[in-house]
């Protein structure tokens, strides 16, 4: 209760909390004289201006005031004196450190003390969020008007709230005939609306963000294509950055267009070199094949020379033809690398069998170097038969462009699974403008070579196209009139000895299958002698028909006689693939084998497709014809009564320098 006795309690009552507030206020609070020198200051003024309040008792108000805001503050205290208040007056002050901050003030004057009263409160960080608040809107501004890309911003019910001017230039309409409209005005059509909605507009609304190309509808009607960046924008808006793409579109669909014209283009032509394959392989397939029975007669030197000059010939033939169809598969995309566990040994064996009769006859020295990593590291995983085949073509090339001197083969563990092969040679060399041309197609050092020393300038071309495609990297080193050295390197894992085959198969072991049965579909009259010839020793009866029909009817006649059944694929009246189909109807079983002289992967898989075992090509490989007999019919004698010979010994071959007459006896079959 109030002392009604004392009539100066209420105004002790009023200083005590005055004095209260001014203490533990957590605003700075000063009082000032007439003159802006401060007069009294609480703690929170203190601890925002850095200094004491002794120091501040000897100081200005003014004083602390920069010098652009000085004159406005002067004209406010003057102001106060006349109004008695003033509110949210902002200015900037100085503290002890000179930086500055800004601050809101409340300025009061004290009639009874004859002082003024000011209120502070520190705005600084409030000035830099509407300082950034700002730059961001200019950003906005100048991020609406950009020429470059349109700007839609849409609620969530799609209706259009914001567009710059470039959106109205895409669209050809103006800002009055969009703003408040809904969106389905830029669609195709409502379903295209509401497909849109469902793939884009909806997935942006829940925080998705969006990345897409859409068509869409101009006011004239006309179609194009945009290229739509959307996110959320605000708590229900989206906003969407739009620019017209339908030129990219257009170029898109023209570079489809042609991609596919330049596919089928390769196709066709692939199809071509196929069925010249074909056309090819047929009759070369009479053609060494009778060669190889014929050097199988008694002939004299002069008749056995003529034929194996034949023979070379041929083989070369077949070389050239293997190239345009390996040449034709790369640049399908057709060809395949397939892996397999192999004994470098054994290749090294192979080439230097190949190779050495070839540089001998020129009067080369040839020699094969093999450093192995370890003792044991001769067994590798990888594609051998295209590793033989680019080893082939170097060693051949540079027998053919080496005069006098040595070939040498080397082949050395480079790092960890690295492989490499060096093919050296003391011919005619290379220059500099040679060499940075020599890996393209249908070309060789220069034109008076290809005239000189023949072939088709693929070989290099198709041998880096192998070894790239076996991860590998193939380059030459080379000096004119001195010699080359084309290098390759490959990695080659480690392999699993157990998977080598160790023997090959001999006319010996076809000979169990003697009293075994086959049926031999093939329409060339000489292709049939070949294969006949080829089993002749066998004792294995054969059955030929002309065609896939006569085929069937024989089939049909006797089920149980044959085990085996080779078909061609082209014949006429009925092909093999629609005769195997057929067959398939009446016995899933019968090992079915393609005989054809199509080399073309899909030809490989169409055989299979229609229910073939195998894929034998022509011209033959004996080897290979000799393992698919065994594989698949029953042997009838035992194997202990026909024993083995070893028939370089019963031959009573001499011992020669550079062949391997087991070697060779295999490679003759």
């Given at each position: 209760?109030?002392?009604?006795?004392?009539?100066?309690?209420?105004?002790?009552?009023?200083?005590?909390?005055?004095?209260?507030?001014?203490?533990?206020?957590?605003?700075?609070?000063?009082?000032?004289?007439?003159?802006?020198?401060?007069?009294?200051?609480?703690?929170?003024?203190?601890?925002?201006?850095?200094?004491?309040?002794?120091?501040?008792?000897?100081?200005?108000?003014?004083?602390?005031?920069?010098?652009?805001?000085?004159?406005?503050?002067?004209?406010?205290?003057?102001?106060?004196?006349?109004?008695?208040?003033?509110?949210?007056?902002?200015?900037?002050?100085?503290?002890?450190?000179?930086?500055?901050?800004?601050?809101?003030?409340?300025?009061?004057?004290?009639?009874?003390?004859?002082?003024?009263?000011?209120?502070?409160?520190?705005?600084?960080?409030?000035?830099?969020?509407?300082?950034?608040?700002?730059?961001?809107?200019?950003?906005?501004?100048?991020?609406?008007?950009?020429?470059?890309?349109?700007?839609?911003?849409?609620?969530?019910?799609?209706?259009?709230?914001?567009?710059?001017?470039?959106?109205?230039?895409?669209?050809?309409?103006?800002?009055?005939?969009?703003?408040?409209?809904?969106?389905?005005?830029?669609?195709?059509?409502?379903?295209?609306?509401?497909?849109?909605?469902?793939?884009?507009?909806?997935?942006?609304?829940?925080?998705?963000?969006?990345?897409?190309?859409?068509?869409?509808?101009?006011?004239?009607?006309?179609?194009?294509?945009?290229?739509?960046?959307?996110?959320?924008?605000?708590?229900?808006?989206?906003?969407?950055?739009?620019?017209?793409?339908?030129?990219?579109?257009?170029?898109?669909?023209?570079?489809?267009?042609?991609?596919?014209?330049?596919?089928?283009?390769?196709?066709?032509?692939?199809?071509?070199?196929?069925?010249?394959?074909?056309?090819?392989?047929?009759?070369?397939?009479?053609?060494?094949?009778?060669?190889?029975?014929?050097?199988?007669?008694?002939?004299?030197?002069?008749?056995?020379?003529?034929?194996?000059?034949?023979?070379?010939?041929?083989?070369?033939?077949?070389?050239?033809?293997?190239?345009?169809?390996?040449?034709?598969?790369?640049?399908?995309?057709?060809?395949?690398?397939?892996?397999?566990?192999?004994?470098?040994?054994?290749?090294?064996?192979?080439?230097?069998?190949?190779?050495?009769?070839?540089?001998?006859?020129?009067?080369?020295?040839?020699?094969?170097?093999?450093?192995?990593?370890?003792?044991?590291?001769?067994?590798?995983?990888?594609?051998?038969?295209?590793?033989?085949?680019?080893?082939?073509?170097?060693?051949?090339?540079?027998?053919?462009?080496?005069?006098?001197?040595?070939?040498?083969?080397?082949?050395?563990?480079?790092?960890?699974?690295?492989?490499?092969?060096?093919?050296?040679?003391?011919?005619?060399?290379?220059?500099?403008?040679?060499?940075?041309?020599?890996?393209?197609?249908?070309?060789?050092?220069?034109?008076?070579?290809?005239?000189?020393?023949?072939?088709?300038?693929?070989?290099?071309?198709?041998?880096?196209?192998?070894?790239?495609?076996?991860?590998?990297?193939?380059?030459?080193?080379?000096?004119?009139?001195?010699?080359?050295?084309?290098?390759?390197?490959?990695?080659?894992?480690?392999?699993?000895?157990?998977?080598?085959?160790?023997?090959?198969?001999?006319?010996?072991?076809?000979?169990?299958?003697?009293?075994?049965?086959?049926?031999?579909?093939?329409?060339?009259?000489?292709?049939?002698?070949?294969?006949?010839?080829?089993?002749?020793?066998?004792?294995?009866?054969?059955?030929?028909v002309k065609n896939g029909q006569e085929a069937i009817n024989l089939f049909k006649k006797h089920p149980e006689k044959y085990e085996l059944i080779f078909m061609d694929l082209q014949m006429p009246v009925m092909g093999g693939i629609e005769a195997t189909e057929i067959l398939r109807t009446i016995d899933k079983k019968i090992p079915i084998i393609a005989l054809t002289a199509n080399a073309m992967?899909?030809?490989?898989?169409?055989?299979?497709?229609?229910?073939?075992?195998?894929?034998?090509?022509?011209?033959?490989?004996?080897?290979?014809?000799?393992?698919?007999?065994?594989?698949?019919?029953?042997?009838?004698?035992?194997?202990?009564?026909?024993?083995?010979?070893?028939?370089?010994?019963?031959?009573?071959?001499?011992?020669?320098?550079?062949?391997?007459?087991?070697?060779?006896?295999?490679?003759?079959?």
């Amino acid at each position: 209760m109030k002392n009604l006795k004392n009539p100066n309690h209420q105004f002790i009552e009023e200083k005590e909390i005055f004095e209260a507030v001014f203490k533990y206020s957590k605003d700075p609070i000063a009082i000032l004289d007439m003159e802006s020198y401060f007069l009294k200051v609480n703690p929170a003024y203190s601890e925002l201006s850095g200094m004491s309040e002794e120091e501040l008792l000897q100081t200005s108000c003014v004083a602390l005031t920069p010098v652009k805001d000085r004159e406005r503050s002067k004209d406010a205290l003057k102001e106060v004196v006349k109004v008695g208040y003033i509110q949210n007056f902002e200015k900037d002050c100085i503290v002890k450190n000179g930086k500055t901050f800004a601050v809101n003030m409340s300025i009061s004057l004290l009639h009874n003390l004859n002082g003024i009263l000011i209120i502070l409160r520190d705005i600084t960080e409030y000035k830099q969020i509407l300082e950034q608040s700002e730059k961001e809107k200019n950003y906005l501004n100048l991020f609406y008007n950009n020429d470059g890309v349109g700007i839609l911003l849409v609620d969530k019910n799609r209706t259009n709230i914001k567009v710059n001017d470039k959106l109205l230039q895409i669209w050809q309409y103006s800002k009055e005939e969009i703003i408040g409209k809904n969106a389905e005005v830029f669609h195709v059509s409502k379903e295209s609306y509401k497909k849109f909605g469902e793939i884009a507009f909806n997935k942006a609304l829940h925080n998705n963000k969006i990345d897409m190309g859409y068509q869409f509808k101009r006011k004239d009607g006309t179609l194009f294509w945009a290229r739509f960046f959307g996110e959320i924008f605000g708590d229900d808006n989206v906003l969407w950055i739009i620019s017209d793409i339908t030129e990219i579109k257009e170029k898109e669909v023209a570079l489809k267009i042609a991609k596919e014209k330049a596919e089928e283009a390769t196709q066709l032509k692939s199809q071509f070199l196929a069925n010249m394959s074909h056309e090819i392989r047929t009759p070369m397939n009479g053609i060494i094949g009778m060669l190889h029975l014929v050097l199988h007669t008694n002939l004299d030197e002069k008749q056995k020379h003529y034929f194996t000059q034949i023979q070379k010939s041929a083989n070369n033939l077949l070389t050239i033809l293997n190239d345009i169809l390996d040449f034709s598969k790369v640049e399908a995309g057709k060809l395949n690398i397939e892996k397999i566990d192999f004994d470098i040994n054994n290749l090294r064996e192979e080439i230097e069998s190949i190779a050495s009769v070839n540089a001998t006859a020129k009067g080369l020295r040839f020699e094969v170097i093999y450093i192995p990593k370890d003792n044991e590291n001769c067994v590798f995983y990888g594609d051998s038969l295209r590793i033989k085949q680019v080893l082939t073509n170097l060693l051949n090339n540079a027998i053919k462009f080496t005069q006098e001197g040595e070939i040498s083969l080397k082949i050395s563990h480079k790092s960890g699974d690295v492989m490499r092969f060096e093919v050296q040679d003391t011919g005619i060399g290379l220059s500099k403008e040679q060499q940075s041309k020599l890996f393209e197609a249908f070309t060789q050092a220069d034109g008076s070579t290809t005239r000189k020393y023949g072939g088709t300038g693929l070989g290099l071309s198709i041998s880096k196209q192998l070894i790239e495609l076996m991860d590998g990297k193939i380059w030459v080193e080379s000096q004119e009139n001195i010699g080359s050295n084309f290098i390759f390197e490959l990695a080659l894992p480690k392999g699993n000895k157990e998977n080598i085959e160790k023997k090959s198969i001999q006319i010996v072991d076809i000979k169990t299958l003697n009293g075994g049965h086959v049926l031999l579909a093939e329409d060339n009259v000489i292709n049939q002698e070949v294969f006949v010839g080829l089993l002749e020793e066998s004792g294995i009866k054969i059955d030929i028909v002309k065609n896939g029909q006569e085929a069937i009817n024989l089939f049909k006649k006797h089920p149980e006689k044959y085990e085996l059944i080779f078909m061609d694929l082209q014949m006429p009246v009925m092909g093999g693939i629609e005769a195997t189909e057929i067959l398939r109807t009446i016995d899933k079983k019968i090992p079915i084998i393609a005989l054809t002289a199509n080399a073309m992967k899909e030809d490989v898989q169409r055989t299979k497709v229609a229910g073939m075992q195998e894929h034998l090509k022509k011209p033959i490989e004996v080897e290979k014809l000799y393992r698919i007999l065994m594989q698949y019919i029953s042997k009838k004698v035992d194997s202990v009564v026909l024993k083995k010979v070893d028939e370089s010994k019963s031959l009573n071959l001499p011992a020669f320098e550079n062949i391997d007459t087991k070697v060779g006896l295999v490679h003759v079959g």
